[in-house]
């Protein structure tokens, strides 16, 4: 359900550039999904099976980059990678950490011809 | 050829919601977005949060579901202005939608605004609606364990109200786990437990919500 509203905006994004550039197939398109969303994959690419049909993205293929999550470190600076549970400074053990990435939702790039 | 996007997929609900964020601003209107499963207890927290509050700050209610009228129903009868947003199967509440419903209210003669999003533990966190703070509301019969099934609802709420707290003799609910999952997720997010029925550890979380409104009451005075 969710995973379709996010599908639409990535569709329709990449829809939109190629008309821009006068394209008239799209065989690829890339995605940049944070670790700490809440999309699951197999849903995403449920959604884009089913809402491509009859657009110019028909046989694209859908490239999901998994984006991990990282953040630095407030007291002492100290950059990290972290799960979800443990946004915890491994240098210094301070919490007041900085998320630097692992939130993305971004449609990064299409191959158009 | 190769075309570059580098766009957000939310870009049309994030840049809603900043337009959302900066009409509550001039306003000088408090906006919290409350979210939980249904049944967890979102318009009864409402109601005592009304009935704590109500003499100190001009309130009104959007209220999101999916179909029907009634929450708003329940609110109105009590003398608060109170708008319903049918989302029409969509699970979740979106900027757009908020910007519609704020069209209904005299956002200039309130104080406090109270989100009722639909009920669900999953998309809500995704999109911003503008609001001042998400807050969300487990209840106790959800059981211990939903901070590791629903994580990004724990991290985004800028506080956790926990609801059904009379029911806790009856459920195997583990406080003591809860608070540190939840702590490790998001450490500077307090915990209220509360009985929204019974008006039991109501005082706690209103008197936090008024610190978060007269801090904005302050600095739209200061504009
Ligand atoms: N025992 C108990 N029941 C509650 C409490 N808060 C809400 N309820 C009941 O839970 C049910 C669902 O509440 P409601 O506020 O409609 O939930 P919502 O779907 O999240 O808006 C109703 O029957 C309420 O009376 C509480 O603190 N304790
Ligand atoms: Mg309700
Ligand atoms: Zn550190
Ligand atoms: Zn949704």
Redesign the interface.
């Known amino acids: 359900?969710?995973e379709m509203?996010?599908c639409d905006?990535?569709l329709s994004?990449?829809l939109r550039?190629?008309e821009d550039?006068g394209?008239r197939r799209i065989t690829r398109i890339e995605?940049s999904i944070g670790e700490?969303?809440?999309v699951v994959d197999e849903a995403l690419r449920f959604a884009f099976e089913t809402l491509r049909r009859g657009t110019m993205a028909d046989q694209a293929e859908l490239v999901v980059n998994l984006v991990q999550a990282r953040s630095e470190c407030a007291d002492c600076g100290a950059a990290f990678r972290h799960d979800?549970?443990?946004?915890?400074c491994p240098e210094c053990g301070s919490?007041v950490v900085r998320l630097t990435q692992g939130k993305e939702?971004?449609?990064?790039?299409?191959?158009?011809? | 050829m190769r075309i570059d996007i580098a766009k957000d997929v939310l870009e049309h609900n994030d840049a809603l919601a900043e337009e959302n964020r900066r009409v509550f601003a001039d306003a000088g209107v408090f906006v919290v977005d409350l979210m939980a499963s249904p049944g967890a207890g979102k318009t009864t927290t409402i109601l005592a949060t009304i009935a704590a509050l109500r003499d100190r700050y001009r309130i009104a209610v959007i209220e999101g579901d999916v179909a029907s009228r009634v929450d708003a129903e329940k609110i109105a009868a009590h003398g608060i202005p109170a708008v319903q947003i049918n989302t029409g199967g969509a699970c979740h509440l979106e900027s757009a939608m908020i910007r519609r419903a704020v069209e209904q209210l005299d956002l200039g003669s309130l104080d406090l605004v109270i989100v009722e999003n639909v009920g669900n533990l999953v998309c809500p966190t995704e999109f911003d609606l503008g609001e001042h703070a998400k807050v969300m509301i487990l209840s106790v019969p959800e059981g211990h364990d939903k901070p590791y099934k629903y994580p990004g609802i724990f991290e985004i709420s800028e506080a956790v109200i926990l609801n059904k707290y009379d029911t806790l003799p009856v459920f195997d609910f583990d406080e003591a786990e809860f608070r540190s999952v939840v702590g490790r997720l998001n450490p500077r997010a307090p915990i209220f437990p509360m009985s929204a029925k019974t008006g039991e550890g109501v005082a706690a979380w209103a008197d936090w919500l008024s610190a978060r409104i007269d801090a904005v009451k302050g600095g739209a005075h200061d504009a």
Do not use: C, N, Q, W
Not at chain 1, 84 to 88: E, G, S
Not at chain 1, 105 to 113: S, T
């Open positions: 359900m969710h509203g996010i905006g990535i994004s990449a550039a190629a550039a394209a995605v700490l969303t809440e979800r549970f443990d946004p915890k919490y939702l971004r449609i990064d790039a299409i191959d158009a011809e």
